[in-house]
């Protein structure tokens, strides 16, 4: 079984710029989760995904949006790009909210 | 949002030996996992634990859900150099359905 995949896998943009991040789930895993990681915050829940809808949501500004489509792929956009948003974003599926998340490999996203 | 605390941050071992590191809160948890990071990498998930005092063994490691259920053990017997990375804990509250992760543990194994 494929496990979860995130592309593209490494990204270049400028300050202000906006970005778009994909994530394809495990088959079957219907929820879907993001996460900033940097070394000096760790790993931040963004927001997570299920049945098209947001069902948490993280402390991050509103610059940071996403969304699920019906097969469960999900993507996460961020506007107005500043440099403190450099970080590997990684994206979890799990069957339903709440169970065993797996993680994809991420995407490092630069800006400068 | 909820804090976890892990420690030790960093561990410098030699090759062969166990390893241990745990996992704190404040709160009280239902669900505990287990995950290694290897640079440019996502976490993998170890090991999995869902009721105070159970123990899961997955090769060489052995994770524990602490009695209090407040926090959560692992160890790594007979460590081996591709045991390098970064271990992080999650933890998930009662009721809750997002998992809190901790700040993670960095091992170094020495040849």
């Known amino acids: 079984k494929a496990g979860v995949t995130q592309t593209p896998r490494y990204l270049i943009k400028t300050r202000g710029q906006q970005v778009t991040l994909s994530c394809s789930p495990i088959s079957g895993h219907r929820s879907v989760s993001w996460y900033q990681q940097t070394p000096g915050q760790g790993l931040q829940f963004l927001f997570e995904?299920?049945?098209?809808?947001?069902?948490n949501k993280g402390n991050f500004p509103g610059r940071f949006s996403g969304r699920q489509f019906s097969n469960s792929r999900s993507e996460m956009n961020v506007s107005t790009l500043e440099l403190g948003d450099s970080a590997l974003y990684l994206c979890a599926s799990s069957l339903d909210p709440g169970r065993s998340a797996f993680f994809g490999q991420g995407t490092r996203l630069t800006v400068v | 949002g909820q804090q976890l605390n892990q420690s030790p941050q960093s561990m410098f071992i030699q090759e062969g030996e166990d390893v241990s590191m745990n996992c704190t809160s404040s709160?009280?948890?239902?669900?505990w996992l287990w995950y290694k990071q290897e640079p440019g990498e996502g976490p993998v998930l170890l090991i999995a634990l869902y009721k105070a005092g159970e123990l899961t063994s997955n090769g060489r490691l052995t994770a524990q859900f602490g009695i209090t259920r407040k926090d959560s053990f692992l160890n790594i017997s007979a460590s081996i150099p591709s045991d390098v990375g970064i271990y992080f804990c999650?933890?998930?509250?009662?009721?809750?359905?997002?998992?809190?992760f901790g700040t993670g543990t960095s091992l170094t194994v020495i040849p």
């Open positions: 709160s009280i948890f239902n669900t």
């Open positions: 995904y299920f049945s098209e809808t947001q069902r």
């Open positions: 999650a933890g998930q509250l009662s009721g809750g359905n997002q998992f809190y």
